[in-house]
């Protein structure tokens, strides 16, 4: 008779530990699967909209009308917007692989940024290395560090939404400013141009004097504003790339994010964030939304498939 009641007690605890195992939340798995390999510092949702809705030759009119679409979902679900400056910025994105992405099955990600002023580029680029498409400890333990001795390091989560669940993508970037002349010929490089300034790509398994070769977006940027969301300002920007200067546009996206921030401290933020990006972003913004789509946070990869 005690073995029996041993028994059922040993299956009713097993069970609970079943149900709360279930019912365990997102940020908590993020915070069981990540902390024991690093830090994780922002987070920022993005979603894709029709790129129908964005004109290049009226950047700042197309972005205007968008974030009146938000502001009104925002505030039914009761979040107030606070506009910012809507600056437009003008960039070419230039990412790096071999033609069968090499680099991006090894878990790497090249871009050089170009930041463009009445028509014509900056000196300085801003050159990045991404880690992601793997576990955790991959991730999380992958030293980025700049040969050069300057650079920022960030650890982001990236939720997107897939079969009306938000998914998480975890990425880590090493964000370096530098003179476009210290990168050298961008228009057909090798690996070892992009890493002796980033030695982790030696680690990609490709030779050093593999060629890479450039995909080039053209991109259309502002920062149209902020929510509070858990006491913390989290950034609403919207993104739209093209084929051309004033060309066709091909991707159009809307992102909300959060910097410099103890990802695992955050609960709370993160909960209103799920929140925001749920109600407000996919449900209250669906007419602005592809019907077909399939996005999971990287427009590179969206562009890659256009």
């Not at 009119?61 to 979902?73: G, K, P, V």
């Not at 210290?182 to 141009?193: E, F, I, W």
């Amino acid at each position: 008779m005690r073995k029996i009641i041993f028994l059922m007690l040993l299956t009713l605890s097993m069970l609970s530990v079943g149900l709360q195992a279930s019912a365990q939340s997102r940020y908590e798995a993020n915070v069981a699967a990540w902390k024991p390999f690093g830090a994780v510092d922002s987070f920022e949702y993005k979603v894709a909209l029709k790129p129908e809705l964005f004109q290049s030759g009226k950047a700042l009119a197309s972005f205007a009308t968008i974030w009146e679409a938000l502001q009104n979902q925002a505030s039914q679900k009761g979040f107030a917007l606070k506009a910012g400056k809507g600056k437009i910025r003008e960039r070419t994105k230039s990412y790096f692989d071999t033609a069968d992405l090499t680099l991006k099955k090894a878990g790497f990600i090249i871009r050089v940024n170009e930041t463009y002023k009445d028509g014509r580029p900056n000196d300085e680029v801003r050159f990045s290395v991404k880690v992601s498409g793997k576990s955790p400890d991959f991730i999380l333990g992958a030293p980025l560090k700049s040969a050069i001795g300057r650079g920022k390091v960030s650890t982001e989560d990236n939720p997107y939404e897939a079969d009306g669940k938000i998914v998480s993508r975890l990425e880590k970037s090493l964000d370096i400013k530098i003179d476009s002349a210290a990168l050298g010929n961008l228009r057909s490089p090798t690996l070892q141009q992009f890493s002796r300034i980033a030695p982790i790509l030696e680690k990609s398994g490709l030779s050093p004097s593999t060629q890479l070769k450039p995909v080039v977006a053209y991109s259309y940027s502002a920062k149209m504003g902020t929510v509070t969301l858990g006491g913390v300002d989290a950034e609403i920007s919207l993104e739209a790339w093209t084929n051309g200067w004033n060309g066709e546009t091909l991707v159009l996206e809307m992102s909300l994010g959060v910097e410099d921030q103890d990802y695992y401290a955050i609960p709370k933020v993160v909960a209103a964030g799920d929140a925001f990006f749920q109600d407000v972003m996919i449900k209250g913004l669906s007419d602005f939304r592809p019907k077909d789509e399939n996005f999971s946070g990287s427009k590179l990869l969206l562009l890659r498939g256009l």
